[in-house]
């Protein structure tokens, strides 16, 4: 079923079985005019649903006025930005830097907690995943990612399991400068750290002068029913990194600090052409307004919800991981042969690093008429 279509691409990606033409809210269409049901959201990026209107006016109006200028110019989008993202995250979080990936995103926050500390290691969790640029594949978890950073010199991050507090605090020593963490492990099916684990990792972090960093590339956004994880679980970290969805399909990454983190920050410490530019920031401040006016991040608590109680309910499903619109389904099967079933009925899910766990991260849009449609292919199939 893989789109094996010869191409000058490096052929890195499994594919999905179909060339896409167009989108429109949950729905891509191929280049037959098929549509498909998408509960994948181009890797957790549609927030808003493919080509939102006021998304694709808000760019389509700043490419006219002014397709690009770096920081060096000054610019109130990317300013409105910073100061709409810092209103809807937790104090003390108050400064933003704006890059273009979530990997960038985790390396800013890497580097500023090795630079504050003066220290170098960092513990992360087992079944985290960072990103692909060196010192995130360091702290991402897996064999191939950790010989990537390997080859390039540099050293691993220490994992602990997730939720085990006691690995933590005995990973935790004075040469520990950060502790990162995704608070729901996208990649990994959706496993979801407990509120306790993320406490103990806050009152670690503070007595042993780490700084304490929540990868929310994935998770944030919105992607747990509250704009940022930090917020759902009600733990404050010293930085969080956002991407994906954040512009609801543009490149964008973005550093949310803790003053306390970046006090000593001087001009030209951190640095991104492209980051915070125009377009980018246009499209996320649009993205931010549709959240507010549609009333996302609720449709994303109920609707999620409902159907996470629904699937939990499934003879095939041994357990419902994560939160809202980030949901993995632990089944007694592997999961590509049922995401290839869904193919079939032309719904779009995801897999996991776990073999057994389906992957569900459609727009934060998503209706409660497209969960049902999703719920009974679901129940179809594992029946
Ligand atoms: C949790 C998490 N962190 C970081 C990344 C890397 O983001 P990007 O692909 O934008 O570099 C991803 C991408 O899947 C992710 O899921």
């Keep these: 079923m893989l789109n094996d279509t010869p191409s000058a691409l490096l052929p890195v990606y499994a594919t999905f079985p179909l060339r896409a033409a167009s989108g429109h809210g949950s729905w891509l269409v191929d ?56 209103a809807r995250a937790p ?42 640029t060196v010192a995130t594949l360091a702290c991402t978890d897996g064999a191939k ?52 684990f993320l406490q103990a990792a806050r009152h670690l972090c503070t007595a042993r002068g780490a700084k304490l960093l929540f990868d929310e590339v994935q998770c944030g956004t919105g992607r747990t029913g509250r704009f940022t994880a930090a917020e759902y679980f009600g733990v404050t970290p010293d930085a969080l990194s956002l991407a994906k969805g954040l512009a609801a399909g543009l490149p964008i990454g ?22 915070g530019g125009p377009v980018p920031c246009a499209a996320a401040l649009a993205n931010l307004e549709v959240m507010d006016r549609e009333g996302l991040l609720e449709n994303t608590r109920t609707v999620g919800g409902t159907l996470a109680c629904k699937c939990a309910g499934l003879p095939a499903v041994k357990a419902v991981h994560g939160r809202g619109f980030l949901l993995g389904l ?24 776990d073999a057994n766990t389906l992957r569900l991260l459609p727009p934060l849009s998503f209706s409660a008429d497209e969960a049902a449609m999703l719920f009974e292919a679901i129940r179809v199939v594992l029946a």
């Design 145 to 196: 990612y950790e010989a990537g950073a390997s080859r390039a010199g540099m050293p691993l991050s220490r994992k602990v399991p997730l939720n085990d507090i006691a690995a933590l605090d005995a990973a935790i020593d004075d040469t520990i400068a950060a502790v990162l963490i995704e608070p729901v492990q996208g990649f990994n099916g959706a496993r979801t750290c407990t509120p306790e």
């Design 31 to 86: 280049e037959d005019g098929q549509e498909w049901l998408d509960a994948y959201g181009g890797h957790a990026v549609a927030t808003c649903g493919h080509s939102h209107p006021d998304v694709v006016r808000a760019i389509a109006d700043q490419a006219a006025r002014l397709l690009f200028y770096s920081t060096a110019v000054p610019h109130a989008g990317r300013e409105r930005l910073a100061e709409a993202l810092i």
């Design 91 to 132: 104090a003390p979080l108050a400064k933003v830097f704006f890059c273009n990936s979530g990997a960038e995103a985790n390396e800013n926050l890497l580097g500023l907690a090795r630079r504050k500390t003066g220290r170098q290691g960092v513990v992360t969790l087992r079944g985290g995943w960072h990103g692909r």
């Design 254 to 275: 973005a550093v949310l600090a803790a003053d306390s983190l970046v006090d000593d920050i001087q001009l030209g410490d951190l640095g991104s052409t492209f980051g």
């Design 330 to 353: 632990e089944l007694d099967r592997p999961a590509a042969g049922v995401q290839r079933a869904l193919w079939e009925r032309r719904i779009l899910t995801g897999t996991s690093t």
